[in-house]
Structure formats: structure tokens, C-alpha cells
T-cell receptor
């Protein structure tokens, strides 16, 4: 059972480079999310997609863009990477309901030099 | 707006001792509450969830949590800690109304279990 799959698992970038983090889920969930995790900060929501065809900003959207490619896939793009974007990035998905949990991928560890 | 406060960024217990991880929430509507666990270099896994069916919720790995509306708390407990419980634990709340299905997470509590 794959669940939520994130690629790549690790990446090192130079300041100013761009890259796209990929996320795919096979649970037929409507909603998908991107978070970043930094020490002592918990998880902070970057962007989310409540359903296919919609995306909305979360708590920390600056410097990021997203694309909900189809129901399964939700990508996160860094157009011009900055050292402050060094973090662990998690993708999650859920049924579109308040009482349903989110299911997480294993994360992408991104370092920007 | 909803928020979550986890008291204690680091909790250390001996193997076999009681585990108590504290979570207080703020929500303008009846909340849905979740506890997640994160093992090193992994994503978050659901431990348990409160959805108003019962105030005492049992989860995986022997953990349970009690919803106390009067105290706006949802503390996580386990009677006897095991070495394998060492991980980071996150409390989260949803339910701010409308079409907002977002979770708000606490900053996490790192649990250390000493032999």
C-alpha cells in the first residue's frame, strides 16, 4: 500500500536554483496539503488543495507555488531557492471532511546552500 | 481562529513509567482533535482522533487521550512506557468552520524513554 509518495527524498540546491517537489496519493482523497517542518516550529501549512482544481495559501506561502495536476498529484515549486527554505517538506492527503485525519508522506529533506 | 499548545517541548520518562503529554486547544467551534507520532526520519502517523463520539479515545500502541471540554484539553497518556515509544508527538485541531479542512498543529513534544 503506497499511500502518499513524495519524491525526491533528499535534495541539495544552491541559492537561486529552482526545483519541484512531487507528491502523489493513491487513496482517492479529495484534499492535499504541503507542510514544512522546522525544529521547534511544528508543522506549518504552505499551501493546500481542498479539491481538484482549487488551491489556497496556508500560513507560509511566500516563495512557493503549487499545482494540483489531477486528483492524485500535488506539486510544490520553489522558483528561486533561498537558505531560509532549508527544511523538511511533507505532503499529506485526506478525505474532504473535518473529522478525517490527514495521511502523510515520508518527507523531502531539502538543503539550500 | 484555532490554536494548539503543547506544554513541554521535551518529556523524559523511564521505561515502564506513565507517559503524559499535554495538549490544550483553542477553537471557536466544537473541535476535532488528533494526536500524531513521528519516528526519526519518517512522516507523521495517526495515533488517535476525537470526533465527539466518546470523550475517552483509545489509539494504537496502548495510547489513549481524554477530551475535557471544561479544560479545553486533550492530553495523551500511556500507562507504561516502552523504549519503542521514543518519538516526537504532535497534537492537532481542525474544525474552524466553513470549508476549512485544515489542521493546526502544536509545536510537538519529544518523548525520550530511558532504560
Amino acid at each position: 500500500n503506497a499511500g502518499v509518495t513524495q519524491t525526491p527524498k533528499f535534495q541539495v540546491l544552491k541559492t537561486g536554483q529552482s526545483m519541484t517537489l512531487q507528491c502523489a496519493q493513491d487513496m482517492n482523497h479529495n484534499s492535499m496539503y504541503w507542510y514544512r517542518q522546522d525544529p521547534g516550529m511544528g508543522l506549518r501549512l504552505i499551501y493546500y488543495s481542498a479539491s481538484e482544481g482549487t488551491t489556497d495559501k496556508g500560513e507560509v506561502p511566500n516563495g512557493y507555488n503549487v499545482s494540483r495536476l489531477n486528483k492524485r498529484e500535488f506539486s510544490l515549486r520553489l522558483e528561486s531557492a533561498a537558505p531560509s527554505q532549508t527544511s523538511v517538506y511533507f505532503c499529506a492527503s485526506s478525505i474532504q471532511s473535518l473529522n478525517q485525519p490527514q495521511h502523510f508522506g515520508d518527507g523531502t529533506r531539502l538543503s539550500i546552500l | 481562529a484555532q490554536s494548539v499548545t503543547q506544554l513541554g517541548s521535551h518529556v523524559s520518562v523511564s521505561e515502564g513509567a506513565l507517559v503524559l503529554l499535554r495538549c490544550n486547544y483553542s477553537s471557536s467551534v466544537p473541535p476535532y482533535l488528533f494526536w500524531y507520532v513521528q519516528y526519526p526520519n519518517q512522516g507523521l502517523q495517526l495515533l488517535l482522533k476525537y470526533t465527539s463520539a466518546a470523550t475517552l479515545v483509545k489509539g494504537i500502541n496502548g495510547f489513549e487521550a481524554e477530551f475535557k471540554k471544561s479544560e479545553t484539553s486533550f492530553h495523551l497518556t500511556k500507562p507504561s512506557a516502552h523504549m519503542s515509544d521514543a518519538a516526537e508527538y504532535f497534537c492537532a485541531v481542525s474544525g474552524s468552520g466553513g470549508s476549512n479542512y485544515k489542521l493546526t498543529f502544536g509545536k510537538g513534544t519529544l518523548l525520550t524513554v530511558n532504560p
